[in-house]
C-alpha cells in the first residue's frame, strides 16, 4: 500500500497515455457517443430535409440550424421530467442538437446528438440548460437511424 501511495503520480504519468491513445485513434464514423448514426452517402442538404420531416413526427419543432453544421429541436416535457428537473409551475422543455460531422475521405456523415432539459425557455435572465448526457442521447437512436435511411444514398453534393 505505501509503495502504491509513493508511486501513484509515476503511474499514472505512464497509463494516462494509453488511455488517452483510444480516444484520439477512434475514426469518425464509429465516434460520437450514444444514440450517433452514420448516414452513408449522403451531403447536408439531404440530412437535414430528413431531420426536418422526422423529427415533428415525435412532437419536435425546430428550434434552430445552423446549416450545415447542425439543427436543434425542441419539445415540452411530460409530467415526469417536470418533477425530476423543473419545480413547480416551471415546466422544462427537452432540446436536441444533432451535430452533422463529415467523414474525411468519403460521402459520409456522423449524425451525433446531444440532448439538455431548459427551463424557463425564452426568459432573459432567468433560462437555464442543463445537459443530459449518456443514456439521454441514446434515446435518440432510432429517430436518427429513420434519418438515415431516409438521407442515405442521396449522394454528395
Known amino acids: 500500500m505505501q509503495f502504491l501511495k509513493k508511486h501513484l503520480s509515476l503511474i499514472a504519468l505512464f497509463c494516462l497515455p494509453l488511455l488517452l491513445s483510444g480516444c ?10 450514444m444514440g450517433s448514426v452514420t448516414v452513408i452517402n449522403s451531403n447536408p442538404d439531404a440530412i437535414i430535409a430528413a431531420l426536418q420531416n422526422i423529427f415533428p413526427q415525435y412532437g419536435y419543432t425546430v428550434s434552430r440550424s445552423n446549416y450545415p453544421d447542425s439543427v436543434s429541436f425542441n419539445k415540452d416535457c411530460n409530467k415526469i421530467t417536470n418533477v425530476l428537473w423543473g419545480s413547480y409551475g416551471q415546466p422544462q422543455t427537452l432540446h436536441v442538437k444533432v451535430s452533422i460531422i463529415p467523414v474525411p475521405g468519403t460521402k459520409n456523415y456522423r449524425l451525433s446528438p446531444k440532448a439538455s432539459t431548459i427551463t424557463s425557455q425564452g426568459e432573459a435572465g432567468f433560462e437555464s440548460k442543463r445537459p443530459l448526457v449518456g443514456l439521454w442521447n441514446g434515446q435518440f437512436q432510432p429517430v436518427l437511424d429513420k434519418v438515415s435511411d431516409q438521407a442515405s444514398g442521396a449522394g454528395g453534393l
Not at 484520439?24 to 457517443?33: M, W
Request: glycine share 20%.
Open 24 to 33: 484520439l485513434v477512434s475514426p469518425v464514423s464509429e465516434s460520437g457517443g
